[in-house]
């Protein structure tokens, strides 16, 4: 169990020298969609979905690298037309053994009445994309079509999948009953079990947030699940602190951690931690990953120590990196701030990345130390690593992005391959661009 004294946890170190090598694999305009989601890589291929937010339509992308030369195959291997099918994926893919992959379509689906108010054209779907035996056509089925009922309202994606095949996941919306506050609900936890024979996958809705002081609401980013079958998550909103420096929020909460616990076959929520902004941090919008020990980690979009540059954008802070450390016994868990990011070295952090030697990996949307190619004194972004030794943390950029060609704007977080190679996404002005950063010992295989 590692506790870090302040004196401790103030003694990170910082690295400001690239450590990586950017390659630019593909770039899309915005007539063709946004990317909407982090990378996953199955053997050498990376996929992805790209979403249209106007028209609530969209698509899944693979990349497959070139056996000679520097040019990668890009191919559509589905598309989301709205309606039943399904519209808008967001939050990427996770992978199962087989190389098959699962997604969530923000809208579409079922188009109850409260579902065609969001704007979406319906209540959003789960899906699965069943790799070829042979030929390259993947088939696309959907598990699951939330109703727009205490089930649940827009999937955000960022699946994960058990070693049995079992999918848990959030929405944003649904679960509690609609208020002026919470106008489509304050968001769900749910699973999704393959079927034992036949096709039909069984839904089940782990837990419905009541929002406010309660427990939070809208629940966003990857859950985390343990060897005992313990949930792991982070709401965007809610909790007991007004965050007074937020603007936009539905009930001005800073957002919390929680945990859902096993016990047989049902689940009890419990808040790990309520962020209270500014030092604290706000808005915990990254999900978080575990360890080994059962200590979590992620992100704040907002919050941390506040350098002045971040407050042009209109945030409360840069944004920071933590620790949830769990207690020997007892069920208070500590915090600690691993990093509060400066803007120099990075601002507003999404999901984090975890390898097998404990290192974290993130990007951060904007930084302040490269940005003579984006026109703006914040934006830019950067990709980060922390690595924990002798009771230290120490950041390293790996790399900070100029501009250049349009790539700036680092979201969604990054995805290993195989070999330790990262790959991520830019989002800047109309570009979304793939890129891959590679460089000598600065990355482990992931776990």
């Known amino acids: 169990m590692r506790i870090l004294s302040l004196a401790v946890a103030a003694a990170l170190s910082a690295s400001s020298a690239q450590a990586a090598t950017l390659t630019s694999i593909t770039s899309w305009n915005g007539s063709t969609g946004y990317v909407e989601g982090r990378p996953v890589v199955v053997g050498s291929t990376v996929y992805g979905v790209m979403g249209y937010p106007s028209s609530a339509t969209g698509s899944v ?57 969001t704007g979406f054209g319906g209540c959003g779907l789960i899906y699965k994309l069943t790799k070829p035996t042979s030929g390259s056509t993947w088939t696309k089925t959907t598990l699951y079509s939330f109703t727009g009922g205490t089930d649940g309202i827009g999937p955000q994606g960022n ?19 609609p208020t002026l506050t919470y106008g489509y609900g304050c968001g769900t936890v749910f699973k999704l079990t393959p079927p034992a024979a036949g096709s039909t996958w069984t839904y089940a809705r782990l837990y419905s947030f009541k929002g406010g002081t309660a427990d939070g609401a809208y629940p966003a980013g990857p859950l985390a699940l343990d060897s005992a079958g313990n949930l792991y998550g982070a709401t965007v909103f809610g909790g007991t602190v007004k965050c007074t420096t937020l603007s936009g929020t539905p009930d001005g909460g800073c957002g919390t951690v929680f945990k859902l616990s096993l016990s047989g076959t049902s689940y009890t929520e419990s808040v790990l931690h309520f962020f209270t902004d500014l030092t604290d941090g706000s808005v915990p919008s990254g999900g978080v990953v575990l360890d080994s020990s059962g200590n979590l980690y992620g992100t704040t979009l907002q919050g941390g120590t506040d350098t002045g540059l971040c407050l042009n954008f209109g945030y409360s802070g840069c944004g920071q990196v933590f620790e949830l ?15 509060n990011f400066k803007g120099t070295d990075g601002a507003a952090p999404s999901a984090l990345l975890r390898d097998t030697a404990g290192g974290l990996y993130g990007v951060n949307a904007y930084n302040t130390s490269a940005d003579t190619g984006c026109g703006l004194s914040y934006y830019c972004g950067s990709a980060f690593k922390l690595t924990y030794a002798s009771g230290v943390w120490t950041e390293t950029m790996l ?20 070999s330790g190679m990262l790959y991520g996404v830019t989002e800047y002005n109309v570009t979304s661009t793939l890129f891959s950063l590679g460089g000598t010992g600065f990355v482990r295989r992931h776990r």
Do not use: H
């Open 325 to 339: 450390v769990k207690p020997a016994s007892g069920t208070t868990w500590t915090k600690q701030t691993i990093v």
């Open 61 to 117: 992308y693979a990349l497959t690298p070139p056996t000679s030369g520097t040019t990668w195959t890009k191919t559509t291997i589905t598309s989301f037309s709205g309606g039943s099918a399904g519209g808008y994926p967001v939050g990427g893919l996770v992978a199962d053994s087989s190389g098959n992959l699962y997604g969530a379509a923000f809208g579409g689906g079922s188009s109850s009445t409260i579902c065609k108010n």
């Open 159 to 177: 699946l994960i999948v058990s070693s049995t095949g079992v999918l848990y996941g959030v929405t944003e919306w649904g679960g509690c009953t």
């Open 399 to 418: 790399y900070s992005f100029t501009g250049a060609s349009s790539i700036a704007d680092p979201e969604f977080g990054m995805a290993f391959n195989s």
